[in-house]
């Protein structure tokens, strides 16, 4: 258990005392100064160690200790080294130092001293001098080393390329090149002595060595690779294994050399032409007399070829007999996993090659045909796929391949069956991001397998989210955006089936043990599968969605608080922003109208999760304004659905925030000069409507269980009311007579409708502002129907908020031209519209 | 290759404030990140050596929070509640820890240890994932190199 006890010593670490940590400083000084290191040395080291990395900012170390600390570097006691450096690289070299150590460019730097070195290197000169020292002590090495003196030189080299390529210089990369085909294609077939207490076997028989086997146990018939076994290991296979796992990067490194584009283009024509003319003078003399696997039979003579050729077709080589081996069953389980690993690296070695000259695709592509066959029908190797995947979309079409099966494989099987393995489905979906623009143009399976796909983010929403904000903009179509839009809301529902269908593999079919869950029920209930397996379908085209997809909501409706489906419903409204941008670059006219259509009918047909129900409204209540202020006739072309959800009163209480925006862009965009079907006869439909539903909310208390309607929706229906009244002038007298009667109404004090004495202030003010304005038919039109360019308010973003404050301006002018006129003429009664 | 080792608490620890995560071992490999990554190199080499060491904590001190997170939550998920392991347990624990995906891996921590033998993790490193090289090992090749790690660690 952490304790509090861990957690004090490293206060302690972080808090000692400068002159406490000074003495510590002289006693481990004098503690280095002796011959022997003990316990108390090793552990001071320890303790050093952790006071230096318990704190976020850098100290030096005194200048007599770093000099003992260097010395340790080169210690025979490899813990000392380790600490050593460790303690080093956490402090501040002083000037100078990187001269200090590794001075003797002929002795061989340790693994522990490389280290240090490397994360000191301030330049490209200081990597390449490392670099160069390495090599040169590969060379000339004496062979009484153990290989674990050396084992450091390819994992250095492999950092060096990751952060400073530019620092090898060409002679390295020369004989690197040289040196790895010796290590991958040419290292010892027989095994080495007994592990690393050196010495032969004891008790062991004959003194001729063995040959290396293979993972099943039978007997190697070719060259060594890493899924050879032997009871102990030479020097050069240990090299073998350092030299495959860094193969890849280096081929990658080194694939885009700029030297001249058209200087390679002949060394691969001179290249192709050698290579068919030594096929046909096979030279076997690289071949020895005892058994020979395919690969080596049909190798071509290399040793015309300059040494970054040669390691090409080695690395061909070595990846073809990686494949063939894969086929053999392990007897460990470590093995089986490795065999795994090297299918995917030799997989993707071979795309590398055949992307650096794509003569190796002809002879490269059998063999990776022949592995997804072996593969494609069993699950388990899934991962495998993925590179396969990348080589058929990297050259399949050079290869004129069929590839339906793969993507049918990768798209429509993968994610319906392995949606909980977060390995795959984090490496399935790197891949489409890696490749998006090539998937999209050349994949159709992609598009076509979007709820498939959804199925990783509804299982495992927070550790994929990020890749699907990056992949849903490319899955939008025209053909497809209300089936997409659909989907999108019901991932919290796909989130809880899939728990159902976990669940219900698990348990047995008969569970009756009284713990059954109503949902569960209701999966295995063979009159309400059709609405399941419409969540689990795999390829989109089939609808845009059920029938009865409140039947279904209400089965899972004990779902809602499942963490999974809570989980789920937090990505949903950021999805949906990115579903909306993308849709008004795809869409026409005729689709968004089916999109404003689909949202006014799904909010209320939502996975009744807390906060989710408010979050969707709120993102679909910016999204109409949006698409409506884009395209203002969508009004009028869909008037008909806008009205009959404005007239529903119970809208008001249940989604008062779409209400709101549903009546603002009535009001807004319902005008003639939006839309010449704009008729007299539509706008007085409209405004009948919402002063109905006006009356009934502000002639009443609120239905039992709702609360006040909210202060804006009232506001919005009076505003919008004022409006289409200024379009239609017959209509005026009407308004003006609800706003008296509301005035009045009010003067009583409190209403049953409004329990905010403030709030209902705000109302009767507009109110009385508007009918005001009202009075001036003309200057109404103007003021409530302002250009599109002034409809962005300068100081407000909710528009509903703007009209008010520019009523109120107004209404100021207008007052004191008033009063001036009145006081002229009449000296009664003060005017009602003076302000408080 | 890979760039950092770190070893830190994932679950909500009594001896720690609410969401703090302690990092309990850290390894960058390779050369510093920041003095040869092309473009900011200009901006970044007027940091210096100090104050670039606080800039990779700092970092890593970030990935090891988000990976808290990203354990809670996935924990959270298939019910499972996130606690300490009680003293005794941490074998089981350690066989039953997750493993996950975040563009980064989930572990599980083993604690004074690894404050106090800090080497041990490094030799162990140095054999298993030398300088950030992943290896490709069969069973004989991994027990030789533990075997050597066993040797060097116990001296």
């Known amino acids: 258990m952490y304790s509090h006890g861990s957690e004090s010593l490293i206060k302690q670490a972080r808090e000692i005392q400068e002159s406490e940590l000074q003495k510590f400083y002289s006693r481990l000084t004098k503690l280095l100064q002796v011959k022997d290191h003990g316990h108390e040395t090793v552990d001071s080291l320890e303790r050093l160690r952790l006071i230096l990395s318990a704190t976020k900012y850098t100290r030096t170390l005194p200048p007599e200790l770093q000099k003992r600390l260097l010395s340790l570097l080169s210690s025979p006691v490899e813990q000392l080294q380790v600490l050593s450096s460790a303690v080093l690289r956490e402090t501040l070299p002083h000037p100078g130092q990187a001269e200090n150590y590794g001075q003797d460019s002929n002795s061989q730097l340790n693994s522990h001293t490389a280290a240090l070195l490397l994360s000191q290197a301030a330049s490209r000169d200081d990597l390449s001098a490392l670099c160069t020292q390495l090599l040169r002590s590969l060379e000339c090495r004496s062979s009484e080393g153990s290989i674990h003196s050396l084992s450091h030189t390819l994992p250095v080299v492999n950092t060096i390329l990751t952060y400073s390529p530019e620092s090898l210089t060409e002679e390295n990369i020369t004989l690197l090149n040289k040196k790895l085909v010796d290590w991958l294609r040419y290292a010892s077939t027989t095994q080495g002595c007994g592990a690393s207490s050196g010495g032969f076997f004891t008790g062991s028989r004959s003194r001729q060595p063995l040959p290396i086997a293979e993972l099943d146990g039978t007997v190697s018939g070719d060259f060594f690779t890493v899924l050879c076994v032997g009871q102990g290991f030479t020097e050069d296979q240990w090299m073998n294994v350092y030299a495959f796992s860094m193969l890849r990067h280096w081929l990658l490194t080194f694939h885009s050399v700029s030297g001249g584009a058209i200087a390679d283009t002949a060394n691969r024509l001179q290249l192709s032409l050698s290579l068919s003319h030594s096929f046909s003078n096979d030279d076997r003399s690289e071949v020895d007399g005892s058994v020979v696997s395919m690969v080596s039979a049909t190798s071509t003579s290399s040793r015309l070829l300059p040494p970054k050729e040669r390691l090409r077709e080695k690395a061909f080589q070595y990846c073809q007999r990686l494949i063939e081996q894969c086929d053999r069953k392990a007897q460990r389980k470590i093995d089986t996993d490795l065999q795994k690993a090297c299918l995917v690296e030799a997989v993707c070695i071979l795309d590398c090659v055949?992307?650096?000259?794509?003569?190796?695709?002809?002879?490269?592509?059998?063999?990776?045909?022949?592995?997804?066959?072996?593969?494609?029908?069993?699950?388990?190797?899934?991962?495998?796929?993925?590179?396969?995947?990348?080589?058929?979309?990297?050259?399949?079409?050079?290869?004129?391949?069929?590839?339906?099966?793969?993507?049918?494989?990768?798209?429509?099987?993968?994610?319906?069956?392995?949606?909980?393995?977060?390995?795959?489905?984090?490496?399935?979906?790197?891949?489409?991001?890696?490749?998006?623009?090539?998937v999209q143009l050349r994949v159709p399976q992609y598009i076509r397998h979007f709820p498939n796909l959804f199925k990783f983010l509804a299982w495992e929403s927070p550790a994929v989210v990020d890749d699907f904000v990056d992949l849903l903009p490319s899955m939008v179509t025209s053909g497809n955006a209300l089936e997409l839009l659909h989907t999108l809301l019901d991932l919290p529902c796909l989130s809880a089936t899939l728990v159902l269908q976990l669940r219900s593999m698990?348990?047995?079919?008969?569970?009756?043990?009284?713990?059954?869950?109503?949902?569960?029920?209701?999966?295995?209930?063979?009159?309400?599968?059709?609405?399941?397996?419409?969540?689990?379908?795999?390829?989109?085209?089939?609808?845009?969605?059920?029938?009865?997809?409140?039947?279904?909501?209400?089965?899972?409706s004990e779902t809602a608080n499942w963490p999974r489906v809570v989980q789920c419903a937090q990505t949903v409204p950021i999805l949906l922003h990115i579903f909306f941008n993308t849709v008004i670059t795809v869409a026409d006219k005729t689709l968004l109208g089916q999109v404003i259509l689909v949202m006014l009918e799904r909010s209320s047909l939502l996975l009744n999760i807390p906060k989710y129900t408010t979050e969707v409204h709120r993102v679909f209540s910016r999204q109409l304004m949006r698409l409506c202020k884009l395209h203002p006739s969508l009004v009028i072309d869909q008037s008909h659905e806008l009205l009959e959800f404005a007239g529903a009163t119970p809208n008001v209480y249940s989604k008062q925030e779409i209400y709101t925006h549903v009546v603002l862009v009535l009001g807004n965009y319902l005008s003639v000069s939006y839309d010449s079907r704009c008729s007299v006869r539509l706008i007085t439909s409209c405004f009948e409507t919402l002063e109905a539903v006006l009356f009934e909310i502000t002639s009443s208390s609120p239905p039992p269980g709702a609360g006040c309607p909210a202060p804006r929706v009232i506001t919005?229906?009076?505003?919008?009311?004022?409006?289409?009244?200024?379009?239609?002038?017959?209509?005026?007298?009407?308004?003006?007579?609800?706003?008296?009667?509301?005035?009045?109404?009010?003067?009583?004090?409190?209403?049953?409708?409004?329990?905010?004495?403030?709030?209902l202030v705000s109302i009767v003010t507009l109110g009385e502002e508007l009918c005001a304005l009202l009075k001036t038919p003309g200057v109404a039109q103007s003021v409530l129907n302002p250009p599109p360019h002034v409809t962005a308010p300068q100081w407000h973003q909710d528009t509903n908020v703007a009209l008010p404050l520019q009523l109120r301006a107004l209404t100021r002018i207008t007052q004191a031209h008033t009063s001036h006129a009145k006081s002229q003429h009449t000296p009664t009664s003060p005017s009602p519209y003076t302000s408080k | 290759m890979v760039l950092a080792f770190v070893i830190h608490t994932v679950c909500p620890i009594g001896a720690l404030s609410s969401g703090e995560c302690r990092v309990l071992y850290s390894r960058v490999f390779g050369a510093d990140e920041a003095l040869f990554r092309g473009e900011q190199q200009q901006q970044q080499q007027r940091l210096d050596a100090g104050e670039r060491r606080l800039l990779a904590a700092e970092k890593i001190a970030v990935v090891a929070r988000q990976v808290q997170s990203a354990v809670s939550l996935r924990r959270e998920a298939s019910g499972r509640p996130p606690g300490e392991t009680p003293p005794g347990e941490e074998a089981l624990a350690l066989q039953e820890a997750d493993g996950g995906v975040l563009r980064l891996r989930d572990g599980d921590p083993f604690w004074r240890e690894v404050l106090l033998k800090g080497s041990r993790v490094d030799v162990l490193l140095s054999r298993l994932l030398p300088h950030g090289q992943l290896l490709f090992l069969n069973h004989r090749f991994a027990q030789s190199l533990e075997k050597d790690v066993a040797a060097n660690v116990n001296k």
Not at chain 1, 513 to 526: C, I, K, Q, V, W
Request: net charge negative.
């Open chain 1, 506 to 556: 698990c348990l047995p079919i008969s569970d009756s043990g009284g713990r059954g869950l109503p949902s569960m029920d209701a999966f295995r209930n063979p009159s309400f599968r059709a609405l399941f397996l419409f969540l689990l379908r795999s390829e989109a085209g089939s609808g845009d969605t059920i029938d009865r997809l409140g039947t279904l909501l209400d089965l899972l």
């Open chain 1, 716 to 759: 919005s229906l009076i505003s919008a009311l004022a409006k289409l009244a200024s379009r239609s002038h017959d209509l005026i007298p009407r308004v003006s007579l609800f706003l008296s009667k509301l005035r009045n109404v009010s003067r009583g004090g409190s209403v049953p409708w409004c329990d905010d004495e403030e709030d």
């Open chain 1, 354 to 438: 055949c992307l650096e000259d794509a003569s190796f695709v002809y002879r490269v592509f059998p063999c990776i045909k022949a592995l997804f066959g072996r593969l494609s029908s069993d699950l388990s190797f899934a991962r495998v796929l993925l590179p396969v995947a990348q080589f058929y979309l990297n050259h399949g079409e050079m290869a004129a391949v069929d590839c339906d099966s793969l993507w049918n494989l990768v798209f429509a099987r993968f994610p319906a069956e392995l949606f909980n393995d977060p390995y795959l489905a984090h490496e399935l979906l790197r891949f489409l991001r890696l490749n998006l623009e090539n």
